[in-house]
């Protein structure tokens, strides 16, 4: 909002306006608009790769954890370019996520990025492989459980909502884990009459799915096929899926 600002200040052939939905919706809050000069100061150049391998150069853009539940377009770009001069450029162009490049290669802007195109092949086949990963881990598995999902359950009272809701984030909201968790009395003095309620909430609401959750064996092979559908060969395909994996990890 603060560039649009910046953009628009001083021109009459264009009328606009702010609407501030905090304010709209009577919240108590309202959005502080920084100058433009400050925002740039909360972007600083990125780390120059030289001197660093792959792994401590992720380190050093303490790049974060990978999100399942945000799936691969919010996925940093660490994790599916291998060339570290490369994701530098990218970084440089504030262009951080696959999310971001995605867009613009759809957009037919990848000359925009780099001058061959083949660079831009391996990085779409990794965001392949990433997504075939991403599919294959959901299969089983229900949406995450949130401090909202459990306080409308109504199976979690305020006494336990703040160790209930720590013990959600501690599974990443994996649902079944919540119950075996609270099963195996890890919560004291959380009654086993509302574990069965909350764990019968959970299915009605698909938080738990009737179906097992694939093998570890089972999802590489679904990333390794993915590969071998975008043309590359089974022996690089094994390789890059083994790479992969040891990022999410």
Do not use: C
Request: charged share 30%; proline share 4%.
């Amino acid at each position: 909002m603060a560039r649009w600002l910046d953009a628009l200040d001083g021109t009459e052939a264009v009328e606009h306006s702010v609407i501030d939905l905090a304010d709209a919706r009577d919240l108590d809050r309202q959005v502080h608009v920084p100058d433009v000069t400050a925002i740039d100061s909360l972007h600083p150049e990125p780390p120059s790769p030289d001197g660093y391998d792959h792994d401590s150069y992720g380190e050093v853009l303490d790049v974060p954890p990978f999100d399942i539940h945000r799936g691969t377009e919010a996925t940093h770009l660490w994790y599916i370019i291998d060339d570290i001069n490369m994701l530098y450029d990218l970084l440089k162009l504030r262009i951080n996520r696959w999310g971001q490049l995605y867009n613009l290669l759809e957009r037919g802007r990848g000359e925009f990025i780099v001058d061959d195109p083949n660079r831009l092949a391996r990085i779409e086949q990794n965001a392949d492989a990433l997504d075939a990963f991403v599919q294959a881990w959901r299969v089983g598995r229900g949406e995450p459980v949130d401090r909202q999902v459990l306080e409308d359950s109504g199976a979690v009272s305020d006494t336990f909502i703040d160790e209930v809701t720590a013990l959600a984030e501690s599974v990443n909201g994996e649902a079944e884990r919540i119950i075996e968790a609270l099963g195996d009395g890890q919560i004291d003095r959380f009654r086993s009459g509302k574990t069965d309620d909350l764990e019968t909430d959970f299915e009605e609401h698909s938080y738990i799915e009737p179906t097992n959750p694939l093998s570890n064996d089972q999802i590489r092979l679904r990333m390794v096929e993915r590969f071998l559908e975008t043309g590359v060969s089974q022996a690089d395909a094994s390789e890059r899926t083994t790479e992969l994996l040891s990022r999410l990890n």
